[in-house]
């Protein structure tokens, strides 16, 4: 499989590592609520593991040091899309 990074250029998947699915959102620990212990628990523990797009994060070791966020194709290991994880709007 071949992730093309936008600053490097398509590169080998064994230059980058594997972080997991970018759309979790950390809980917000600073709002006191009765249920922060499991939305973390939920955060941290807690992943779908879906057959088709999904948007992960990937970390470009071997190159440039940055982390991007490329969609993939679970099925069939396609990449859709990749871009800087800085670059990603915050929701």
Not at 2 to 20: N, Q, V
Not at 58 to 72: A, I, K
Request: proline residues 9%.
């Amino acid at each position: 499989m071949r992730i093309p990074c936008p600053f490097c250029g398509p590169r080998d998947a064994a230059e980058f590592s594997y972080l997991g699915d970018a759309a979790p959102k950390r809980p917000d620990t600073a709002i006191a609520s009765a249920d922060i212990e499991a939305a973390l628990y939920d955060y941290v523990y807690l992943r779908d593991n879906p057959a088709g797009l999904l948007r992960e994060y990937w970390y470009h070791g071997s190159g440039c040091h940055g982390w991007l966020v490329v969609e993939r194709d679970t099925r069939t290991h396609r990449i859709i899309a990749a871009s800087m994880a800085q670059a990603e709007p915050s929701p």
